[in-house]
């Protein structure tokens, strides 16, 4: 059984790359709908609903083959959203409240900011993946958790960059012991938790369960990466983020 699913697998990908660009039989379709059923272990309780969902795979995989058959910078794929309508896609609540949308004031602090007339040398592009600064793709399951993966991504590249290293972190410790369930939260609120909590475990020792699970700081969790303090930047605002002549909003220390 395993066998003929890799051989159906890699059936699919061999005929997938080799007909990607072209318009696809209803046949070759279904093919790839099986197989992409298995992979993702997708069990639909009834033929209706099945059909349904192949209608609207149908549909995101004609999406996909126009976009890849253009001039882009990056290519689309099927991944485990491929049965969902946009629709249904963006009424998934996936968790991000910000309670800091009030009108916020930009300041940097000085160690952000340049001498007067010092123009910071820049290049008009930095790949961070390329640099090995950027952890793989991660799935949040139905626990409402954006903000959790929001604040630990933006912290396993700051500790890449810092100390060469790149270390996998919990977003399960922040559920467990900062929000205490899954649900909506606000990634600044994480980063101050981070704080006070004098760091964060790895995910390796702390592992995502995309389930609330009693606070489990004692033991043998590390808090193996830290941070003392963050800063706000303006949304959008490319000067502000390289340095120079845009505010910022310090937290905590800066
Ligand atoms: C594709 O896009 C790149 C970058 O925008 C451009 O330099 C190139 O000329 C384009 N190629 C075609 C065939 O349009
Ligand atoms: C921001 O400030 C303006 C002017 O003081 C006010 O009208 C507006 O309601 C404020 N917005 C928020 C989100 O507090
Ligand atoms: C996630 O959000 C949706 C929509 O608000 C809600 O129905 C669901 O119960 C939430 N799930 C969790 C685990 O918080």
Not at 112 to 124: A, F, I, S
Not at 213 to 228: A, E, G, H, R, T
Request: proline share 2%; charged share 25%; hydrophobic share 35%.
């Amino acid at each position: 059984m395993g066998t003929v699913a890799l051989i159906i697998i890699l059936f699919l990908s061999v005929f997938f790359i080799s007909c990607s660009s072209s318009t696809r039989s209803e046949y070759e379709m279904k093919l790839l709908y099986e197989g992409w059923l298995v992979e993702h272990h997708k069990n639909y309780n009834d033929l209706f609903e099945k059909d349904k969902r192949y209608e609207i795979f149908k549909d995101n995989l004609k999406y996909i083959d126009e976009h890849n058959a253009g001039n882009h910078t990056y290519q689309l794929g099927l991944n485990l959203f491929a049965d969902l309508t946009v629709d249904e896609y963006q009424n998934n609540d996936l968790g991000f409240n910000p309670l800091s949308k009030m009108n916020m004031t930009y300041k940097v602090s000085s160690r952000y900011m340049l001498d007067k007339g010092e123009e910071l040398k820049l290049p008009n592009s930095v790949d961070w993946r390329e640099k090995g600064a950027v952890t793989h793709v991660k799935n949040q399951g139905k626990c409402n958790s954006s903000w959790a993966f929001t604040t630990i991504a933006t912290i396993e590249s700051l500790n890449k960059i810092v100390t060469g290293e790149l270390i996998s972190l919990s977003e399960q410790e922040l559920i467990d012991c900062y929000r205490k369930g899954c649900g909506r939260d606000d990634p600044v609120k994480a980063f101050e938790f981070i704080i006070l909590n004098h760091g964060i475990d790895t995910a390796e020792d702390y592992p995502y369960r995309a389930v609330y699970s009693k606070c489990d700081l004692s033991k043998k969790k590390k808090k193996v990466v830290s941070i003392n303090g963050y800063v706000l930047g303006p949304f959008n605002n490319e000067n502000a983020m390289k340095g120079g002549g845009g505010k910022a909003t310090c937290y905590w220390r800066c």
